[in-house]
């Protein structure tokens, strides 16, 4: 291909989506500029602790689970919920051929990441609302940062390649209703670069006022997302169709740091300290919830039955996460950096409240006769404490403050199984504009399952490169 006609690609967003573009652009043999507004690369990609899903792994094989292509589709489709029952009115969008790719395509995605970036995706784990382990991490660096930090170095290597960082894309440019490129700010300056364009600029979950907007009820709460306006203007300015948008997910334990109660972006509390014994105490000191349920059931559970509490103009609740020994040892990698970080501490037992105390006796007795649950919670992890009163009187747990807290936003805009973004009005795509990631929506319906967020940055950001480097 001589230079004069070797195409240009510009990613807008350094996250998972634009990286997995970036590289199949580049593959393709385009020229690829990748911009991005921070100075810091890796957008909410490089803070994903839990993994990728993958269905019909080497992983999944070695650690003996049976998964089929079809049971992660219906695993996706049945957490989608009604959104997936009701037929689409936008033109050329295909929910289920969105899914379909997606499950497919999974286990190439995290044999991708893997045998050819390098990324140890060895591990799996089984996520709520998921029928089988199938979402996959490696044994040290959280999966987030190691599958950003990896595929950025190995982009870095190409000569074909221009990373632009603290480069604010401002708005498409287009022409006869193509688009031809983007402008952007750079040190106070306003640039153009020409070329057909990906945008993955991510979610707006750190967008309080667009949160306000599509999900007034949740105004003030918390999010696990750093402050960032979203980028979803830069598409229906040039005609994209957003669907979705009021589907927003909570997760149900962000910490609360006592040095800071107020503070709008919260840490999560990962779904592990649940899944290997934690369990979750009102204010009044009981339980009220099958810690194990899904996100959605969790955060209800939370926000229904209790009061909310405005601290510094932030809404939220004050909920107990407790881990008794046998579940502090169990999650000891991530419990060591928590308490750390002030989040979690160890406490007496009997130093707490009288309600509290009796609360775990009554759990740990439970557990120990082995019998049901009454909030019908499946597995009790590694609880060990055991309910005698000189067990209780001696023992010492983990204690920490956990609120729901904005998460994930599902919707965003329409695309098309290759990445292409369709049009509000007359059909179609825009031509010269892919998108991929948080930004596009669709695929999670009204709730994303675990994981696959990553995994869709993956299947629709290497679909988009490639789509936008051959024009098609
Ligand atoms: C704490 C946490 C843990 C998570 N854990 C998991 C997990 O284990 N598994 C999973 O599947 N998902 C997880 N998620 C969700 C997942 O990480 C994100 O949804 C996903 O990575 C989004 O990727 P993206 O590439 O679409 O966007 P991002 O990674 O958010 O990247 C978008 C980038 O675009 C840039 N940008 C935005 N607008 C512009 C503009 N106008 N000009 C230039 N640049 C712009 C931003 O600066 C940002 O760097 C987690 C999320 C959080 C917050
Ligand atoms: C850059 O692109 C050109 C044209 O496609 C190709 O010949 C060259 O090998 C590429 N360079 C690298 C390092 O990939
Ligand atoms: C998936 O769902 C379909 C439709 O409900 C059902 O017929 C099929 O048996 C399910 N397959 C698996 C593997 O769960």
């Known amino acids: 291909m001589s ?64 998964d089929t292509q079809t049971q992660f589709y219906n695993d996706t489709a049945r957490s989608g919920g009604a959104r997936f029952k009701t037929a689409s009115t936008i033109p050329g969008f295909d929910r289920e051929a969105l899914v379909t790719r997606l499950s497919t395509e999974s286990a190439d995605a995290v044999r991708w990441l893997s045998d050819e970036i390098g990324v140890d995706l060895s591990v799996v784990a089984q996520l709520g609302g998921h029928g089988v382990a199938r979402t996959h991490r490696g044994k040290g660096k959280p999966p987030g940062a190691s599958i950003v930090l ?92 957003l669907l979705d948008m009021d589907s927003v997910q909570i997760h149900p334990t962000g910490f609360v740091d006592p040095a800071t109660p107020g503070a709008r972006l919260k840490f999560l509390a990962g779904e592990m300290l649940r899944g290997e014994g934690g369990i979750l105490l009102s204010p009044s000191g009981s339980r009220f919830v099958n810690e194990l349920d899904t996100r959605a059931a969790v955060s209800k559970a939370i926000m229904d039955a209790f009061p909310s ?93 956990i609120t729901p807290v904005v998460h994930y936003t599902m919707g965003g ?17 825009v031509p010269g504009l892919w998108a991929a990631g948080e930004v596009t929506g669709g695929v999670h319906g009204d709730n994303r399952l675990g994981g696959n967020s990553l995994l869709e940055c993956v299947v629709f950001g290497l679909a988009a490169g490639n789509g936008a480097a051959r024009g098609s």
């Open 3 to 66: 230079p004069a006609i070797q195409p240009t690609v510009i990613v807008v967003g350094s996250g998972l989506a634009g990286l997995s573009a970036v590289y199949a652009a580049l593959q393709s043999g385009a020229r690829v500029h990748l911009l991005d507004r921070s100075p810091k690369l890796g957008g909410n990609s490089i803070k994903a602790s839990s993994g990728i899903n993958g269905a019909g792994t080497p992983a999944q094989e070695a650690a003996g689970v049976k």
């Open 150 to 241: 990896t595929l950025l170095d190995r982009l870095k290597a190409s000569d074909n390649f221009t990373l632009l960082s603290s480069a604010d894309v401002t708005s498409l440019l287009q022409h006869d209703g193509a688009v031809t490129g983007v402008a952007y700010t750079q040190d106070d300056t306003e640039h153009t670069l020409a070329g057909r364009v990906v945008v993955a600029s991510g979610g707006f979950a750190g967008d309080a006022s667009m949160l306000a907007t599509y999900t007034p009820a949740l105004a003030g709460l918390p999010s696990t997302n750093d402050p960032r306006p979203g980028s979803h203007a830069l598409l229906t300015a040039v005609g994209a169709q």
């Open 309 to 401: 509490v405005d601290e510094d103009g932030t809404r939220q609740w004050d909920i107990t996460l407790l881990l008794d020994p046998g579940a502090a040892a169990a999650a000891a990698s991530h419990i060591g950096f928590y308490e750390w970080k002030g989040l979690l501490r160890k406490v007496k037992l009997a130093t707490l409240s009288p309600e509290v105390v009796a609360s775990v006796r009554a759990y740990a007795a439970a557990v120990d006769a082995g019998s049901a649950d009454p909030f019908s919670r499946p597995a009790y992890g590694h609880w060990k404490l055991k309910p005698d009163a000189e067990s209780l009187a001696q023992a010492e747990v983990y204690i920490g403050r």
């Open 413 to 429: 805009a329409a695309i098309d199984t290759g990445g292409r973004v369709l049009r509000a009005t007359g059909g179609g795509v």
